[in-house]
């Protein structure tokens, strides 16, 4: 009988959703906040590390980025989701914590659509990377293997007068492109 209530016990516990906080309660290693909101439309910057000793310094996060802090609620390293919102209460980005190593990035326009989705396993990118254009399209694709671009990758260019396509498959950081869609030209 202790068995049955143990199983019930551990299928209700990891049913539960994981803890959500605000940016604002997400702190780096120092007790500084992990995240910079310019409370604005724009999703928060993260802590990047050290810049001249003892300051961080903080930057947006795009493909191919890694992140090396912890992030910390309440003084214990932070599992949960942390939300950014824009002025008018949308969620304009989503970041997803194990044991205070960044897991997944998410951020959005303040109508929902998604511009950036990024997964980390130990800090570097790996998997699937999507980045958006302004109408929820698929500007860019790359995949990465522990930091290194290895996989499908797709990037499409939109200029004012012409556009760029290019697809291909990347082997430890080296691009094969598929044929007809070679690097653009300038």
Known sequence: MKAV???LALVWANGLPAQRVPIESVRNSCGSGYFIDNESNQAAMLVRG???GNSYFYTPIGMGDSIKEFAFVDQ???SGVAED???S???IGRY???EGVLQDLEEFMPNGTPILQLHFEQ???HGVQLSYNRQGKIERMNTYNKGVLHGPFFNAWYG???QCLVKGYAVFGAYHYFRGFEPCSD
Do not use: E, H, I, M
Request: aromatic share 34%; hydrophobic share 40%; charged share 20%.
């Open 50 to 52: 050290f810049f001249c």
């Open 160 to 162: 004012d007068f012409d």
């Open 85 to 87: 919102y824009d002025s």
């Open 76 to 78: 214990a390293l932070f």
């Open 89 to 91: 209460n949308q969620v």
């Open 5 to 7: 209530y143990l199983f």
């Open 123 to 125: 800090g570097k990118q």
């Open 96 to 98: 997803r914590f194990n």
